[in-house]
């Protein structure tokens, strides 16, 4: 059983940074990609930012490229986004996400995910 769990959720104003970070269980972390959606009230979940297994590719929504950045530690079976200069409009529930197939790379599509975690509020006050 994976389990996916999100922290470092907030509080910022709007030009502000955050760091979040979700740990995971199970064994097979370092072998599949990982991803960060998020949910605005009244919205549908969108994608934000995926990486490979190995951490050497990333892809990013255009709304959050050039200021969010997504990384791992396979060590320590965790995942990260790094949010800068965040914006109202970045206010959400954001959930990390567990790519379904091994070695390969998805695309921003949720059905390409198996596990979710249980999301951490972010809220940006402008």
């Known amino acids: 059983q994976v389990q996916l769990v999100e922290s470092g959720g907030g509080l910022v104003q709007a030009g502000g940074s955050l760091r979040l970070s979700c740990a995971a269980s199970?064994?097979?972390?370092?072998?599949?990609?990982m991803a960060w959606f998020r949910q605005a009230p009244g919205k549908a979940r969108e994608f934000v930012a995926v990486c490979s297994w190995s951490g050497d590719r990333t892809s990013y929504a255009d709304s959050v490229t050039g200021r969010f950045t997504i990384s791992r530690d396979n060590a320590k079976n965790t995942v990260y986004l790094q949010m800068n200069s965040l914006k109202a409009e970045d206010t959400a529930v954001y959930y990390c996400?567990?790519?379904?197939?091994?070695?390969?790379?998805?695309?921003?599509?949720?059905?390409?995910?198996?596990?979710w975690g249980q999301g951490t509020q972010v809220t940006v006050s402008s």
């Open positions: 996400a567990r790519a379904r197939v091994p070695w390969r790379f998805p695309t921003g599509a949720p059905e390409e995910y198996d596990y």
């Open positions: 199970g064994r097979t972390f370092g072998l599949v990609a």
